[in-house]
């Protein structure tokens, strides 16, 4: 064990050599690419927002299966079947046919082929299930029908959340999938959360919707309050005149007739036209303005628009104009988003965190290190030597991974500090106890090196075994301390069998007739 | 040489005693789950009005109806902690801040903010057991290959105890229990697994070498071989691990109490718990050689 090649040796001071660059890479800028690595600062060091957001498919899912009732009643009106008794149950549908047609129902939803009921061969299952109950027919959604529908509006929804934090020009954000239903959103160095919280809170579902005074309408109508509750609920036709797909563009404004803030739009092609036509056959009716179920403004209308452009108002403010144009541009979300999980960290908070962080780290290391060399003098000094180039090899592993460090992280590198110490205190332990019964230094240093290996892999392996459940099993902060602590592990051991090894070796060559060496 | 094997008896039935308290505690008294496991708020501020305190704060967040509400100093006389239950008011943070604004003026800097939701904390207490089960598990079965099964059972009933011990501290004194106190039990449950396996090389080692010794004073000739080891490193580890609680911040806190507790729970189980494990199977130099004539 004590014998060292020149190569080895020469490897080992370079390895060295090489992380202390790159950990200092860190503190000085280098021209270098490959150098100019620096650690990432979690949303806890740096001040920011971790948002998770989860999907409401329910809406979604409901709104296909109004859709889907009205493509049965086609599809078989086409064959002759008529479909009786077609009711919608909330996230299912049920109807009944005569006996006769029964199995042309069933051989229609069953067929592989079958366009009513898409077929995924990839996971031989269609898109909807089907059963009977008493000469009831129930459909409902499968399993993989679900998980196709979740996905498809988790995408849709993450290109929605995108546009609209990127309209926001906030630095770095990360925006990624979780499961079927989640988007997670990581916003570093954000100043206001609430306005990323209430944006993307929002459906921005827009509509331009009739108001009527009767419920005789033919296509239904329904009760909406005000955005502001500035005036009485009105009741408003469920036809749309226009979506918020039709907008091209939004801006915010000041109306200069009525110094009021009002957002404008531009519609596209079809846009235009459709509210060209409805402004002209609609003049001195009431046009409401509605957004996620709630009336903005209803306007009378006064004068065709043909211009394929308008504005709406309703009392906004700058800011508020300028939030609801961003959600215009950006476009509807598929389905209503909730925020399940919040950790927002101030600017200031982070900095103390990291301050305080320093501080434990810097006392943590001095503490050892004075333990060790009044413990151990000469060996205690090459254990202090071994723990600094530690952190410098810990440090320079997360740099070249560019990995995110995160304040449990900073705690992982302290206790790193603290049980890096236990291999070389298991190693020198040894040789005292060998010492006692051998006189040659080299021989006695060797076994104490060779017994020890035993103790020292199986006290690591342990440590390590839990610091791997953690990073899969953590989430954020703690996934940076399971980091810190089991790559701690990796170069411990590193520089306890090379650098420490390498200098005791060196010192023992040179005092090897001396006693009481350790 | 230290005695250590003269009080087996004694500390045996002290750790026991522990568990058992302990067990009474958790299921009585419960923990005190944070937000990341049972859901709701959590808001870290700080006042640059040093007149603000925690009982005018408190009156002033009782009159908006958020249920329970915790409020205490975090730290320093102008930084507060406010945690309320699970509010399905999407835009309470506003209101608060508006709130509180409106009846002690701008002075109030919203460092931290933690809301977790009903779903996602049910997720996260999930999974955190998960990870200590596994990690227990897994521990069993590093220890179960490297060892007989008279050790493995030994060290695996040193790790239960250092774990509801230092749970049961924390249910005694009422403290936080949150996502880094799991990652500070998991690290526990490492270091006391090393702890152990130090100590059960050296019986091992010891029984091989020792033919006529009975295992009650080879345990003790192996705890005493390898005692200052035992000794440097916790003190080390405790030097790392007092400095994070007394200068790494709040937020550390809890997390390095545990550890602290954790490793010192995890020293005195590898020397009372394991070691008597071995005495009370009556482990004999059979043990190990079997095991080699097997191999």
Do not use: C
């Not at chain 1, 806890?44 to 009643?73: A, T």
């Not at chain 2, 501290?169 to 009422?174: E, K, P, V």
């Amino acid at each position: 064990m004590l014998y060292f090649s020149k190569f080895r040796i020469i490897s080992v001071i370079l390895i060295s050599l090489f992380f202390i660059l790159i950990a200092s890479s860190n503190l000085f800028k280098f021209e270098n690419n490959f150098l100019n690595k620096k650690i990432n600062l979690g949303l806890d060091l740096q001040g920011g927002s971790y948002l998770l957001l989860e999907i409401d498919n329910n809406p979604v899912i409901e709104q296909k299966i109004q859709n889907l009732s009205i493509s049965i009643r086609n599809y078989f009106k086409d064959k002759n079947i008529r479909i009786k008794n077609l009711k919608i149950l909330g996230q299912k549908l049920s109807f009944s046919v005569d006996e006769n047609f029964k199995q042309t129902i069933l051989d229609t939803f069953n067929d592989e082929e079958s366009e009513l009921n898409p077929y995924y061969p990839r996971f031989k299952s269609h898109q909807l299930d089907i059963t009977e109950e008493n000469n009831i027919f129930f459909v409902n959604y499968s399993t993989q029908g679900i998980v196709k529908l979740k996905t498809s509006s988790q995408d849709q929804a993450l290109e929605i959340v995108r546009r609209r934090i990127d309209e926001i020009g906030t630095n770095e954000p990360n925006i990624l999938k979780r499961g079927n239903d989640r988007i997670l959103v990581e916003l570093p160095g954000l100043d206001d959360p609430m306005r990323i919280k209430s944006l993307l809170g929002k459906t921005a579902n827009l509509t331009f919707r009739f108001v009527t005074n009767n419920d005789q309408d033919s296509f239904g109508a329904e009760k909406l309050s005000y955005e502001d509750d500035s005036e009485e609920d009105a009741l408003v036709s469920k036809r749309i005149i226009l979506s918020g797909d039709n907008l091209l563009d939004a801006q915010p404004r000041m109306d200069s007739e009525t110094n009021e803030t009002v957002v404008t739009f531009t519609l596209d092609r079809v846009g235009a036209k459709r509210f060209g036509k409805a402004t002209s056959t609609g003049i001195g009716k009431q046009l409401a303005i509605v957004l996620d179920g709630k009336i903005i403004s209803a306007p009378v209308i006064r004068d065709t628009i043909a211009s394929g452009s308008g504005q709406i108002s309703g009392g906004f403010t700058f800011q508020s104009a300028t939030d609801l144009a961003l959600l215009l541009r950006s476009g509807a979300l598929p389905a209503p988003l909730n925020i399940i999980e919040e950790r927002t960290v101030g600017p200031d908070l982070g900095q103390d965190s990291i301050n305080a962080g320093m501080i434990a780290l810097a006392i943590g290391f001095v503490l050892v290190i004075v333990f060790i060399f009044v413990k151990y003098k000469v060996f205690g000094l090459i254990t202090n030597i071994t723990l600094i180039l530690n952190l410098f090899l810990l440090i320079g592993i997360l740099t070249i991974f560019e990995a995110t460090l995160t304040l449990p992280g900073i705690a992982g590198i302290i206790l790193t500090v603290g049980m890096a110490v236990d291999a070389n205190v298991l190693i020198f332990e040894r040789i005292k106890e060998e010492l006692k019964n051998e006189k040659n230094n080299l021989i006695a240093f060797d076994s104490g090196y060779t017994k020890s290996r035993t103790a020292i892999l199986d006290a690591n392996i342990t440590t390590l075994l839990a610091a791997i459940i953690l990073f899969f099993m953590g989430s954020g902060p703690i996934k940076g301390f399971s980091l810190t602590l089991g790559i701690g592990i990796f170069t411990t051991l590193f520089s306890v069998y090379f650098i420490a090894r390498l200098l005791t070796v060196l010192y023992v060559y040179r005092n090897k007739e001396k006693e009481g060496l350790i | 040489m230290i005695a250590f094997n003269k009080y087996y008896n004694q500390f045996n039935i002290l750790s026991i005693s522990l568990v058992v308290i302990s067990l009474f505690l958790l299921t009585f008294k419960g923990l005190n789950f944070g937000i990341d496991f049972k859901g709701g708020t959590l808001i870290e501020l700080r006042s640059t009005d040093s007149k603000i305190n925690v009982s005018s704060l408190r009156d002033n967040l009782n009159s908006m109806n958020l249920g329970d509400v915790s409020v205490k100093n975090f730290g320093n006389e102008t930084d507060f902690l406010i945690k309320f239950e699970i509010n399905n008011n999407k835009n309470i943070i506003e209101e608060i801040k508006s709130n509180l604004d409106k009846s002690f003026g701008n002075t109030f800097d919203f460092r931290r903010v933690e809301n977790v939701g009903p779903k996602v904390s049910a997720e996260l207490l999930k999974s955190g057991v998960i990870a200590i089960v596994v990690a227990l598990t897994l521990m069993l079965i590093y220890i179960w290959i490297r060892f007989e099964w008279q050790f493995s059972l030994g060290a695996i009933l040193a790790l239960f105890h250092d774990v509801l011990v230092t749970l049961g501290l924390f249910s005694l004194l009422g403290l936080e229990i949150n996502l880094s106190i799991i990652a500070a039990v998991l690290t526990i449950v490492g270091y006391s697994m090393n702890d152990t396996v130090v100590i059960f090389d050296r019986v091992r080692e010891n029984l091989r070498k020792y033919s006529d010794i009975k295992i009650y004073d080879l345990t003790n000739i192996s705890i005493n071989e390898t005692l200052s080891r035992t000794l440097i490193t916790s003190i080390t580890t405790l030097l790392a691990l007092l400095s994070i609680f007394f200068f790494g911040g709040e937020i550390l806190k809890g997390f390095s109490l545990a550890m602290i507790f954790g490793v010192i729970f995890g020293t005195y189980s590898s020397i009372y718990i394991a070691n008597t494990v071995l005495v009370r199977l009556r482990v004999s130099q059979k043990t190990v050689l079997r095991e080699d004539e097997n191999s």
